[in-house]
């Protein structure tokens, strides 16, 4: 009963529903105007047919019960034309009151008081006193993970959805959802967006400028992070007020131009924590084929740490009798001048200079191109549409219009002497067939995907991708990194960087009595504590009381971590 004023108000406040309101009364004013008329048949066909007197009510009563077809039988014509009128009553009530009735009040009434009952299920606004939350503009891809993260993370937040309807089925999916106008300024005061820890605009360019106006409305120390689809609509969006804009196809490209292969070996920097980069390198044409991690003293040289390895789309936990293979691509952290020296003991090996193959010729592929023709490497791009000849023409150092499936298209590309394929196209199966087909006509090479859903990662690995990475991951990795107010760390699909805060339950012990890798899976990569750093902490190191355990991993380990530890 507590929601029947809010679902009266709806039904009343709503045009469709005040119409359809409309509609049927004048059908049930319709419906007693003929049962009026027949009432009056009724008394002048016994009045004048068959001498017989009845009462206004009698009348009324006969009708009803004829044309309900209750039929009592107590009031009958003897006349035919009685009769007949009897008929014409039966037939009009069946139509009348059995068919077009029920039909009116469902059609009228109780189904927009259904729709009315669901609609107010979803909250209007957040609770009073709510702060430090994130209030995210659409339930897409990208907030779908981020949502997951920020329950991880216990960090609230509301999705905002102008659809009642919807609001309500996400309400009743666990999503905390608030029905509101995403253009209203009173939907962001209700959300309580002057204490927000953010406001996230995942929609198109049109409606982020229009979201990011209305929040400024209320203020402009509201943190807004807004996606950018296309690259010129990034100065519209920070002109319309956006704290931080995310082209995120374009930082799509330029992550998976920077996992190829090409030219010389060196290190790609994944990401970075105060003073710590973390950084990835293969060993492909390298003297570390085939040395065990202990072996290949990289810490007693350089002082770098490996920290996992990447096994076609695995990360291998690092320990030192692990085997690199020419496919490993080990994950290390130091300082930047520690990465620097590494570059310079790569730099004499792997040299293959021939153009990197790119597919796909859409915004994440014309990205990956520019940012390697940034880095001096040459690139063949193949796109089968025509259509897109002169948006592409000098993008790369070559063109090759047809399809990458046509053996003859590929070859001519390129694909038998290239160092690295990349595959940029949105459809994941043609990813995962061009990655075979690749594979098979070159075993090779370093191939790098694109995925657009996370459920077809382990797919493109079996397929032979040696790296892949989806928007989606991209996209909450880059909001959180903000939310964080630390630099994203993208390590790369499936695998994240958490700082977590040690522990009571933690503090004193050391790493191997805790047993924190065997219990929860977490890769620890170092400690911090107010003095600095302790990189790859040795077994034995006692984790300080007040502190952070740098760890890669998954949002599964991380939630058996706070399961086993709290």
């Keep these: 009963m507590k929601f029947l004023p809010s679902q009266l108000a709806y039904l009343l406040g709503e045009t469709q529903s005040r119409r359809n309101l409309k509609a049927l009364f004048k059908y049930l004013v319709f419906l007693a105007a003929v049962v009026v008329v027949y009432a009056l048949v009724f008394h002048l066909i016994m009045t004048e047919v068959e001498g017989r007197d009845h009462s206004w009510v009698t009348g009324i009563y ?71 939350h994130v209030i995210i503009s659409h339930f897409e891809a990208v907030a779908r993970g981020l949502v997951r993260k920020l329950d991880l993370m216990a960090i609230p937040y509301f999705v905002l959805e102008p659809d009642s309807t919807r609001a309500a089925e996400l309400h009743n999916e666990g999503v905390r959802v608030v029905a509101g106008l995403l253009d209203a300024p009173a939907t962001y005061e209700a959300l309580r967006a002057r204490d927000a820890l953010a406001v996230f605009a995942c929609g198109n360019d049109p409606t982020n400028t229009n979201i990011t106006l209305t929040v400024r409305e209320l203020g402009d120390a509201i943190p807004v992070i807004a996606v950018a689809e296309d690259q010129e609509s990034i100065d519209l969006l920070e002109l319309a007020g956006a704290t931080h804009v995310l082209p995120l196809k374009q930082r799509l490209g330029e992550q998976l131009a920077g996992r190829v292969n090409a030219g010389h070996a060196a290190a790609y920097v994944v990401g970075r924590f105060k003073d710590l980069q973390i950084a990835e390198f293969p060993v492909h044409g390298t003297p570390l084929v085939g040395r065990t991690i202990r072996d290949t003293r990289l810490r007693q040289t350089l002082g770098l740490n490996i920290v996992g390895v990447w096994e076609r789309g695995r990360l291998l936990a690092a320990h030192p009798d692990l085997t690199l293979t020419a496919s490993s691509v080990p994950v290390v952290v130091g300082t930047a001048d520690q990465i620097a020296e590494l570059d310079t003991l790569l730099v004499i090996y792997d040299t293959n200079y ?60 390129g694909l038998a002497e290239a160092p690295s394929v990349l595959l940029t ?3 994941d199966a043609i990813n995962i067939y061009l990655a075979v087909y690749c594979r098979r006509l070159n075993p090779a090479l370093r191939i790098v995907s694109r995925i657009t859903h996370e ?35 993208l390590v790369g699909e ?15 012990r050391s790493l ?47 939630q058996r971590f706070r399961e086993e530890f709290g």
């Design 494 to 508: 499936g695998v994240e960087f958490f700082a977590l805060e040690i522990p009571e339950s933690l503090a004193g």
């Design 354 to 413: 021939n153009p990197v193959v790119v597919i796909g010729g859409g915004k994440v592929g014309v990205a990956a191109v520019e940012a390697l023709r940034k880095k001096g490497m040459a690139v063949h791009l193949v796109e089968k549409d025509e259509l897109l000849r002169e948006r592409l023409a000098g993008v790369p150092d070559r063109l090759f219009l047809g399809d990458a499936a046509d053996r003859a298209v590929i070859m001519e590309a």
């Design 512 to 558: 191997a009595e805790t047993q924190l890798g065997a219990r929860t899976g977490l890769n620890v990569i170092a400690v911090e504590t107010a003095e600095g750093f302790t990189a790859n902490p040795p077994a034995d190191l006692p984790l300080p009381a007040q502190g952070k355990l740098l760890a890669l991993g998954c949002s599964g380990q991380r």
């Design 425 to 427: 196209t949105n459809d």
């Design 62 to 132: 006969w009708t009803l019960t004829v044309m309900s077809t209750l039929g009592f039988g107590d009031i009958t014509f003897e006349s035919d034309v009685g009769r007949l009128f009897s008929i014409l009553v039966l037939l009009t009530g069946i139509v009348l009151l059995l068919i077009v009735l029920p039909f009116a009040f469902i059609r009228f009434f109780y189904a927009p008081w259904l729709e009315a009952q669901i609609r107010v299920r979803a909250p209007r606004q957040a609770a009073p006193g709510t702060a430090g």
């Design 455 to 489: 459920r077809n990662l382990e797919a493109i690995h079996r397929a032979g991708a040696d790296f892949a990475l989806s928007y989606t991951s991209l996209g909450v990795e880059s909001v959180f990194a903000l939310l964080a107010g630390r630099e994203m760390v």
